[in-house]
């Protein structure tokens, strides 16, 4: 039962920890990405957390705990990745996605 609980609430952060990743306007600047308009990050943040909360409410802390570490990771891969516009638009040209030409070693 844990183990559900717990890819439950991971499903539920999933949503909002993409929101906040495609929506950061300092991401978007980095990749060159136009800005986007009115950003709703305090709603992306209570969807984030929430799933957290209502485990610790029903009393599943091992499941929290899973879902805290599930939660970390899943936002580390969300945010290593390069924007799929970004990635579809150096393709294009030739490139390598997701790396900076001003970080090229071989360049030095």
Do not use: C, H
Not at 5 to 16: D, E, Q
Not at 35 to 43: H, M, S, T, Y
Not at 79 to 104: H, I
Request: net charge positive.
């Amino acid at each position: 039962m844990t183990a559900i609980l717990t890819l439950v609430a991971v499903a539920a952060t999933l949503p909002g920890l993409s929101y906040l990743t495609a929506s950061d306007p300092k991401r978007r600047r980095a990749f060159g990405l136009q800005p986007r308009g009115r950003r709703f990050a305090g709603l992306a943040w209570v969807l984030v957390f929430l799933p957290g909360a209502a485990l610790l409410a029903a009393g599943e802390g091992a499941a929290f705990v899973m879902w805290l570490g599930a939660a970390t990771v899943l936002g580390w891969l969300i945010a290593a990745r390069a924007p799929v516009s970004r990635v579809a638009e150096v393709r294009k040209r030739g490139g390598t996605a997701g790396k900076r030409p001003d970080m090229n070693i071989n360049s030095v």
